[in-house]
């Protein structure tokens, strides 16, 4: 008769304990490591947010701005409404007549704005706003003074992206408390965007 291999239940009970082991070990790793990718996951979807104004506003011919809510999980796109649009539509029938009539660019109408046309941006799940830091520049302090009033409720300074297609220089920070950062960067002489690595806090 052939002899049979077996194993011993001792040899079962080992072999069990160690998978157990790793497996308790391994798991984490992998819910981290999925964690991670929703942090760049973030950061991707604010690089194509900003490269998509950025065109918008050679598109359409106007400065549009980002701003984000701090501690918040949601940026908010719009265009900034200026004096020259409102020369432009001096008689609120878009024919430019005002101009022809002897408006100036000194005359200034209250134009309302288009609520329609601000856009919400939501962050995927747990993926804060912690920070949003923009150079200064002589340009956009019309922008600026106009807008703080909505600082004050919570929300950052514009990223300003001009018909040009130039933009502000500013960084984004997104973080989430247990997993880290990412730091998104936007160049303004270029609009180039770029995305550092998941950081630690």
Known sequence: MPKRFAFTLLELLLTLAVLAALTAVAIPQVGL???????????????????????????????????????????????????????????????????????TQGVVSVIEQDSEAEELIELPEDILVEQVGVVSAARSMEVEQLNEANQSQGWSRPILFYPDGTTSTAIVTLYNPQLGRVVVSLRGITGDVTISEVLPL
Do not use: H
């Open 33 to 103: 490591l999925a964690s991670d990718r929703r942090l760049v996951r973030a950061g991707d979807l604010l690089r194509v947010e900003m490269t998509r104004l950025r065109i918008d506003a050679m598109r359409q011919g106007r400065v549009l701005m980002l701003e984000g809510m701090v501690e918040g999980s949601n940026l908010r796109a719009k265009p900034f409404y200026s004096a020259g649009d409102a020369t432009e539509a001096i008689d609120q029938t878009g024919s430019q007549s005002g101009l022809l009539t002897g408006a």
